[in-house]
């Protein structure tokens, strides 16, 4: 089956660039979509199309595509943006949904 | 306001069975694909089956594939997840959650635990 990997946490200091990379053989051909999961709530789409953010995320969210490699890029890490962190794409017959393993992203 | 409202969890034996709902209100609720994801306690989330506007087309993980049956009912607005020959590795937080056209799944619900144990 289909597998999406992402490292399993990020560490990074206030005010600095947290990225974390989600990798998958099909990602050349599908959209990937990343999603914010805080403690205790349903997850939110933060990215969508690897690159496109929906209305009312902070400007400090972007996404970026390179090969089977699509990367979320948080700049400025505010204390706030402490989460867990999913990518989202499909197999490469776009029929099954596949969801990353998740990435804890702590702001020491 | 846009908004999915699961039910129907609860505890259930190995090999028993549950329906969950999910109610939406806010949109038009035949335009979209809609899908249940699950998370189970400390994991991460797994995608479970869609389910296109008009019914037409069901998709599902392997892991629930002749287990689980996805539907809905477009004019209670409403969408349903019949779970039969429940195993402990189903035990998770079920959520309803609307797809978009490109894939992405923009709204989601507040989730319905679903434990299985005897």
């Known amino acids: 089956s289909y597998e999406l990997t992402q490292p399993p946490s990020v560490s990074v200091s206030p005010g600095q660039t947290a990225r974390i990379t989600c990798s998958g053989d099909?990602?050349?051909?599908?959209?990937a979509y990343w999603y914010q999961q805080k403690p205790g709530q349903a997850p939110v789409l933060v990215i969508y199309?690897?690159?496109e953010r929906p209305s009312g995320i902070p400007e400090r969210f972007s996404g970026s595509s390179s090969g089977t490699t699509v990367t979320l890029t948080i700049s400025g890490v505010q204390a706030e943006d402490e989460a867990d962190y999913y990518c989202?794409?499909?197999?490469?017959?776009?029929?099954?949904?596949?969801f990353g393993g998740g990435t804890k992203l702590t702001v020491l | 306001e846009v908004q999915l409202v699961e039910s129907g969890g609860g505890l259930v034996q190995p090999g028993g069975s549950l329906r969950l709902s999910c109610a939406a209100s806010?949109?038009?609720?035949?335009?979209?694909?809609m899908s249940w994801v699950r998370q189970a306690p400390g994991k991460g989330l797994e995608w479970v089956a869609n389910?296109?506007?008009?019914?037409?087309?069901?998709y599902y993980v392997d892991s629930v594939k002749g287990r689980f049956t996805i539907s809905r009912d477009n004019a209670k607005n409403s969408l349903y997840l019949q779970m039969n020959s429940l195993r402990a590795e189903d035990t998770a937080v079920y959520y309803c959650?609307?797809?978009?056209?490109?894939?992405?799944?923009?709204?989601w619900g507040q989730g319905t635990m679903v434990t299985v144990s005897s």
């Open positions: 959650a609307r797809r978009i056209t490109i894939g992405a799944f923009d709204i």
């Open positions: 806010g949109f038009t609720f035949s335009s979209y694909w």
């Open positions: 389910i296109k506007q008009d019914g037409s087309e069901k």
């Open positions: 099909a990602l050349p051909k599908q959209y």
């Open positions: 199309k690897d690159s």
């Open positions: 989202q794409s499909a197999d490469s017959s776009g029929t099954y949904e596949v």
